[in-house]
């Protein structure tokens, strides 16, 4: 719990629990203190359901379960950004469910961020802007404002918080980096060092990714050097 996770987990389905007990083989497992079944609620609330008749409760009784973060919270489902909990309710040693608050397991919050960060505005050193004429062979480049605002009403994991694994970026003569080969990362915001074939007139593109802590990476964002 309180870690965050990524949209690139299967089917937005990054949590798995087992009973590590294990269950028991009667009504109140063999002995007083291992259950055979339980009832779970998985939801985006840290307080306890009510456990009426309609609660949207799952029995549990063997196996190991793996939930979704998504508007079902069902596999199949939009994904939604946010602190997930597991709520737990045990069959107690004379068959019955122990509904009460104070005899329910809750566990959280498990955090899920599907969200990627909004990329830096990036400038070029000389002065001049984005696909207007440069003179300079080997360009550099600062980066600025990037952030992690995650949707409304939910907290996002929130910028890479190690400087140096928050940014990568591509450079060289392709339009998309796809082509461009592994990126480099950055150890800040300033891209130095980046150079041009002697004597050679073209455009070459620099392409920023941004990663957030959950580990989500942005789209590129490319700037056109002329």
């Known amino acids: 719990s309180s870690t965050w996770w990524h949209k690139y ?7 798995a629990f087992k009973n590590s007990a294990i269950f028991g083989t009667s009504t109140h497992g063999g002995s007083v203190w291992k259950a055979s079944r339980f009832k779970y609620v998985w939801n985006m609330s840290a307080t306890p359901p009510a456990w ?40 107690n040693e004379n068959g019955e469910w122990n509904y009460t608050a104070a005899d329910t397991a809750t566990y959280g919050p498990f955090q899920y961020d599907h969200t990627v960060p909004n990329n830096p505005a990036i400038g070029c050193d000389d ?7 440069h003179a300079d062979p080997s360009p550099s480049f600062t980066l600025s404002g990037a952030s992690d605002p995650g949707t409304v009403g939910v907290t996002a994991s929130g910028l890479e918080a190690t400087a ?29 060092g980046l150079t041009l074939p002697m004597n050679t007139e073209g455009t070459y593109y620099l392409h920023v990714q941004t990663k957030d802590e959950a580990g989500n990476w942005s789209d590129p964002v490319t700037w056109t050097y002329n």
């Open 9 to 15: 987990v299967t089917g937005h389905i990054p949590f």
């Open 52 to 91: 009426s008749s309609s609660t949207p409760a799952t029995e549990w009784s063997s196996g190991t379960i793996n939930l979704a973060c998504t508007d079902t919270f069902l596999p199949g489902g939009a994904p939604v950004d946010g602190a997930y909990y597991l709520h737990v309710a045990a069959m």
């Open 127 to 133: 002065g001049f802007g984005a696909a207007e004429v």
């Open 164 to 192: 140096s694994g928050r940014y990568r970026y591509y450079w060289g003569p392709e339009p998309l980096p796809t082509g461009a080969g592994a990126p480099t990362t950055l150890s800040d915001e300033t891209i130095t």
